[in-house]
């Protein structure tokens, strides 16, 4: 072999091993869990949390996995299940329903760090509940964005009406509606400027199904927590869902999703967590599903306000 061979096999075992130094430093770093139970992943979606999963490791160059939790599972049970995927996690991700698996988890593994999501619960509900209280400083704890999740809803409605000036009716849980209703009317006046129109149209809130009666003109129907037996009857109403569930199981209305779940919210806890916040809040994603019920240039004009 003469000398210039040589150096072009150095060269290029060297730019192969350049090349996988990033997967090996990916491969051997500590992963992201994700307590998920098995209902949830079947109505979420196995290629759903797969895609979010490999999107989420390449943004955040560390592995994401799902630690799947069977539905009955108890506090030790899960815990222990965190211990099989990973004896030193990076950070663990507990849903609120597994604050008392959190917590078992964190007193065994006080070296760990440990992420709480909050959700959308009302406060009767909150971590002190499982135990979570005095040593609150140990965790890690987010909740999602009420405010900017009904005021983006408000720009998504607005969009939905196009200028027809209907009706909006919003099918919303009790624990929501002081803080969804003030953010929802700021984002239909802030939002009738940025579209240019002259009025917003009529929004109408109701925390029980049973109070609601017919309404002509709707132009859109949003539902957060209640009303969703509402939902197969006015097919032909467009609609705002704020939900996890996957798309392919919604009904064709659904215009647009608003999706609060953990895998929505890990990329954002993850670097709260990197930068030492031990509280904070984590706006949802908006899933535009149905594109031509929107006029595209205005929806990116919207957008860009967010």
Request: overall charge neutral; aromatic content about 14%.
């Amino acid at each position: 072999m003469n000398k210039k061979n040589k150096i072009l096999i150095i060269i290029t075992a060297f730019i192969l091993f350049a090349f996988l130094i990033p997967y090996i430093v990916y491969k051997v770093r500590s992963p992201i869990l994700i307590i998920s139970e098995e209902y949830f992943i079947n109505y979420y979606g196995i290629e759903r949390i797969k895609n979010e999963s490999k999107q989420i490791s390449n943004k955040l160059f560390r592995p994401v996995l799902t630690v799947p939790i069977a539905n009955e599972a108890g506090d030790d049970l899960t815990a222990l299940a965190v211990g099989e995927f990973s004896s030193n996690p990076y950070c663990v991700l507990f849903p609120l329903r597994f604050a008392g698996a959190a917590r078992f988890y964190r007193d065994r593994n006080p070296q760990s760090k440990v992420i709480i999501l909050e959700g959308r619960y009302p406060e009767n509900s909150s971590p002190s509940n499982f135990g979570i209280g005095d040593n609150k400083a140990d965790y890690f704890i987010y909740k999602t964005d009420i405010e900017r999740d009904f005021y983006k809803a408000a720009g998504a409605a607005l969009l939905i009406d196009n200028k027809q000036n209907g009706k909006i009716i919003v099918f919303i849980t009790p624990n929501l509606l002081l803080q969804a209703r003030t953010a929802f009317f700021e984002g239909l006046n802030d939002f009738k400027n940025l579209f240019n129109s002259e009025s917003i149209p009529e929004a109408y809130f109701y925390t029980d199904f049973s109070h609601y009666y017919d309404i002509t003109d709707l132009s859109c129907i949003i539902y957060a927590g209640i009303g969703t037996e509402f939902l197969e009857k006015k097919t032909d109403i467009p609609s705002i869902l704020i939900s996890w569930l996957n798309p392919l199981y919604v009904p064709d209305s659904t215009a647009v999703i608003i999706e609060d779940s953990p895998w929505a919210q890990v990329e954002k806890a993850v670097k709260m967590l990197e930068n030492g916040e031990e509280n904070g809040k984590i706006p949802s994603k908006f899933h535009f599903i149905n594109m031509q019920k929107f006029d595209s240039k205005t929806l990116r004009k919207m957008i860009k306000t967010w």
